[in-house]
């Protein structure tokens, strides 16, 4: 894809607009806290019990397999993970349902935020959306000027799209950039909807020869198992921040308040950001996600 901007130009710019809270709450730990910033012990009585609502390219990445032992091992709560969309989690949220969200749709979370469901909510890690295809790229997105260049020309050329459909994150953008590329593709006969994870869209769009929205992690997660590419990345559009709020418990007594604010402080501390640094490095040579706090490990030559 013809970008000027890079990924990695990118999200040092998203950094230095969103870092300053996440750092802000990270500063802001208090005593009778762990060495990573978590509150140590539980209140007698207190449920062991968190429930995570969080989407399904998280889920699909493998990053909580690497994440929730850690913070299991050090604060001795067990965490209930929910793999929703990002519309999903919110609404689970809302009915207080969950104790806490990692979720990725900034304009969401912010309404979520000032309707007054959420009390703490920090900026854990980026990566990107990609967009993905069959190698023959039959639109000929590789040579986009951007991704809703790219849109344009997959609904010119009447190729196979499948949507996830679901609410997500992932949803939303790709609805917006319809949307800006001024096209309507619902009741077009390219365009298919899964109403699934991410995971199971990628296999989809493989099956159908098909493009979709994916984001970068999952992709990278699957990549060995399909045989789609990537066309199309490193536009600012594409840019995707996680964020972990908790769920206010002046709303919902019932939320498990404190283990919620003890898993986002992990999320993050130093332990938990270096984590996700290093994380997919060994396996698929690049991190699937960029920490908010700590710069990214990267592969030796």
Known sequence: MR?????????????????????????SLHDGMTPTGVPQGMVEGQSRTIILATTTSV???????????????????????????????????????????????????????AEGYGQLRFLVATNDFVI????????????????VDALRRIAATGATWVSRDDRSGTDLLEKRL??????DPRDQSWYITSGQGMGMTLVLADQKRAYTLSDR?????????????????????????????????????????????????????????????????????????RPALVPTVTPQP
């Open 3 to 27: 970008m000027s901007v890079t990924f990695g130009t990118v999200v040092v710019i998203l950094l230095v607009l969103l870092t300053a809270c996440a750092g802000r709450a990270a500063s």
């Open 59 to 113: 889920q699909d990445s493998g990053l909580l397999d690497a994440l929730l032992p850690r913070f299991q091992e050090e604060t001795g709560y067990v965490v209930k993970v929910i793999a929703v969309g990002t519309g999903q989690a919110l609404e689970l949220g809302r009915r207080g349902e969950a104790d806490v969200l990692l979720v990725h749709a900034p304009e969401a979370e912010e309404q979520f935020m």
């Open 132 to 147: 993905v295809g069959p190698v023959d790229d039959p639109a000929d997105v590789r040579e986009a000027s951007s991704a």
């Open 178 to 183: 319809w949307q800006e590329a001024g096209i």
């Open 217 to 289: 992690a999952t992709f990278l997660a699957f990549r060995s198992s399909i045989s789609l590419v990537i066309l199309a990345a490193g536009d600012p559009a594409l840019i995707n921040p996680y964020h972990v709020i908790t769920v206010n418990p002046t709303r919902f007594a019932r939320v498990n308040a404190r283990g919620a604010e003890a898993f986002a402080r992990f999320l993050v501390s130093q332990v938990a950001q270096q984590v996700i640094a290093s994380f997919g490095v060994d396996r698929y040579g690049e991190s699937l996600f």
